[in-house]
């Protein structure tokens, strides 16, 4: 048999479920940087709003508490359909305040209703005590119903592949000897061209010269 290379998921963003955003093409238009987020125990755990592309896909995985939900409140009236509209698949839980959000979710009342008055506060005071969330995207939520909406990482795809031969491109045994007529080439074979990375539009490259 072939001799494979460690495979790595690359993160890339986080977003509502492709089932959601399917069937509600508005969906796509929730974002998360001004929002709460939660993880099932109703608790906070990150900077919603951190820039870096990968970083809040990785607290979700490492927070390890599914499901995520990102909260918003009825204050974007050309969002609230689309709320709505995932109440029926099962990505969106609403309720009229916070105690009935916690009781659709499934959550702690009491934890969700002691983070949900944190933040809050936080947002009035301008300043993130907690995560180091920026003042210009903490906005507080207490406009008309509430709406949890599950959001899970995203990711470019994995890493690794078979083991070849650099010159050939032939593909080795465990042994280190090639398997006659078998071949890869891009990301089917990047050895160490991402190591645990993925470099945006690299693998155009591979795949024209390999």
Not at 105 to 111: F, H, N, Q, R
Not at 176 to 187: D, K, S, V
Request: hydrophobic fraction near 45%; proline fraction near 3%; charged fraction near 20%.
């Amino acid at each position: 048999g072939a001799r494979f290379k460690n495979y790595w998921t690359a993160f890339n963003s986080i977003a509502p479920s492709a089932e959601y955003t399917r069937a509600v093409p508005d969906a796509a238009k929730l974002t998360a940087g001004a929002q709460l987020m939660v993880n099932a125990n109703g608790e906070r755990f990150v900077n919603e709003a951190a820039g870096l592309r990968a970083e809040l896909p990785y607290r979700l995985v490492k927070d390890a508490n599914y499901p995520h939900y990102v909260l918003f409140d009825s204050s974007n009236a050309e969002l609230t359909p689309a709320l709505e509209a995932g109440i029926e698949l099962g990505e969106v839980f609403k309720g009229d305040t916070i105690e009935a959000l916690a009781a659709a979710m499934g959550a702690d009342e009491a934890v969700l209703k002691a983070t949900f008055d944190r933040y809050n506060a936080l947002a009035k005071a301008g300043a993130d005590e907690d995560f180091g969330k920026p003042a210009d995207k903490m906005v507080a939520l207490e406009n008309g119903a509430l709406y949890a909406v599950k959001y899970h990482p995203t990711t470019f795809g994995s890493t690794g592949g078979v083991v070849t031969d650099v010159a050939t491109g032939n593909v080795l045994r465990e042994d280190g000897t090639g398997i006659a007529n078998l071949y890869a080439a891009g990301e089917m074979s990047n050895r160490d061209f991402y190591n645990q990375h993925y470099v945006l539009a690299a693998s155009l490259a591979f795949y024209s010269t390999m």
